[in-house]
């Protein structure tokens, strides 16, 4: 079992909530509660199909993962799903790489929100005024760009929060433009879910969450 994790049930009904109040539940495989926004939910559809629920939000019972690949390919591998929804499931055999590029998509979509609501900048020198004017923001760079003008963005605004892990490609398909590899966020609900939503990939992709305050933080 990767990383001596544990199996354990699920009770998602459990009236339990972490120190802030909001709500927790029980990894299936390490036995732990942790706050929902830190995990996975999965269900079992309508043909007995595990399905990911990255946005939490499908109907039926929910079975929670900590929102690691190690963990996923563990709940698949020991049908700990099966163990959990007390019934017969089908796994995906390619359930991690769905997940991931649910992921992917869901951070691709949070940038074309904020693209229509004419909260981002792009291009170097669009991204490089915004920086100079301090307004604040997620400042976001293709992880496959180059360096040299990375650096020199991050450091008009050392402190600002940093969205990487699309490729500039991907940047370019969520912003209406052939690629992307510098553009600039505004401060908002938008910024800080792109925040998270990177956070909890680079979780899923690394093994541990990433840190890293939010925009609305770094401004203050």
Not at 56 to 71: E, N, Q, T, Y
Request: a positive charge.
């Amino acid at each position: 079992m990767a990383g001596g994790l544990q199996t354990h049930a699920e009770n998602e009904t459990a009236p339990a909530s972490d120190a802030d109040g909001g709500p927790v539940r029980r990894c299936i495989v390490t036995g732990k509660k942790r706050p929902v926004a830190e995990l996975l939910r999965f269900v079992v559809g309508p043909d007995d199909r595990i399905v990911p629920d990255l946005a939490a939000g499908l109907p039926g019972r929910g079975l929670w993962l900590s929102a690691r690949r190690d963990v996923v390919n563990t709940a698949s591998e020991k049908k700990l799903f099966a163990k959990a929804a007390k019934r017969k499931v089908i796994v995906p055999p390619d359930l991690a790489d769905e997940i991931e590029a649910q992921m992917v998509r869901r951070c691709m979509d949070a940038l074309g929100l904020a693209r229509r609501a004419g909260q981002v900048v792009a291009g170097f020198e669009k991204a490089n005024a915004w920086l100079r004017a301090a307004r604040g923001g997620l400042l976001v760079a293709a992880r496959d760009g180059g360096e040299d003008g990375k650096s020199k963005l991050r450091a008009l605004a050392p402190g600002l929060a940093q969205f990487t892990v699309l490729d500039a490609a991907e940047l370019g398909r969520a912003l209406g433009r052939d690629h992307v590899v510098h553009a600039v966020v505004a401060p908002g609900r938008l910024a800080d879910r792109l925040v998270f939503e990177q956070n909890r990939l680079l979780g899923f992709r690394e093994g541990a969450p990433a840190g890293g305050l939010s925009p609305s933080q770094t401004d203050e």
